[in-house]
């Protein structure tokens, strides 16, 4: 397997604009995650699916932050409006349980101008 | 939720040093990782391990779940093991230590 395959790599937006961050969870694994990394507030979980129904969003910062898994292959995180403070490393990991080992996918380095 | 102190938060290493991490946390978990992040941003696994001793070449872990924590053993250091260091626990999901920064000098 190639591991958990996000895109784009790095995306630089104006404020005010919609983002959409994608990612592929490795076959096999029923839970997703999306994360975002700070140097402020460090590595914190977002939202989590598992088989493709979000369990926990309680860490989405607002409305104007939605994500998605229309199917088991593929989740997205929205973001709209963008404001510069959204401005991040967003990661999307995967597993195969609840309390099985998580893999990480590349990130998304987010710059929103 | 779970609270993950981890320590020293920044370790600064000659080449070929050897040195170890700490990892605390505040309740039961169901599993404890460690992450290496390089210098490019890249989240790498070390190991996944919710309890005992694992090595994976100069590279070791033990967690001793009963007293909630873990370590992290580097030997000989390498100037390539520079980088983040985090220790992450799961309950029901993964929360993060802060991580600990590690500069190996040439």
């Known amino acids: 397997d190639a591991g958990v395959i996000q895109s784009p790599r790095h995306e630089v937006t104006e404020m005010g604009q919609e983002v959409t961050l994608r990612c592929k969870p490795i076959?096999?694994?029923?839970?997703l995650f999306w994360y975002r990394q700070t140097m402020m507030r460090g590595l914190e979980l977002l939202i989590y699916?598992?088989?493709?129904?979000?369990?926990?969003d309680s860490g989405m910062p607002e409305d104007r932050f939605s994500a998605k898994m229309p199917n088991a292959s593929f989740s997205t995180l929205k973001i709209q409006p963008s404001e510069p403070r959204d401005s991040a490393v967003y990661f999307c990991?995967?597993?195969?349980?609840?309390?099985?080992?998580?893999?990480f996918g590349q990130g998304t380095r987010l710059t929103v101008v | 939720g779970i609270q993950v102190e981890q320590s020293p938060p920044d370790l600064i290493l000659q080449e070929g040093a050897n040195s170890t991490l700490r990892c605390n946390f505040s309740?039961?978990?169901?599993?404890l990782q460690w992450f290496h992040q390089n210098p490019w941003g890249q989240l790498i696994n070390l190991f996944y391990?919710?309890?005992g001793t694992k090595q994976n070449g100069r590279l070791s872990a033990t967690t001793v779940a009963t007293e909630r924590y873990s370590l992290l053993y580097i030997s000989s250091s390498q100037t390539t093991d520079s980088g983040v260091y985090f220790c992450?626990?799961?309950?029901?999901?993964?929360?993060f230590g802060a991580g600990t920064t590690v500069t190996v000098r040439a």
């Open positions: 992450a626990v799961n309950d029901y999901k993964l929360s």
């Open positions: 391990i919710p309890s």
């Open positions: 699916f598992n088989n493709n129904v979000p369990i926990d």
């Open positions: 990991a995967s597993s195969f349980s609840s309390a099985g080992e998580a893999f």
């Open positions: 076959s096999g694994h029923d839970y």
């Open positions: 309740d039961s978990v169901n599993n």
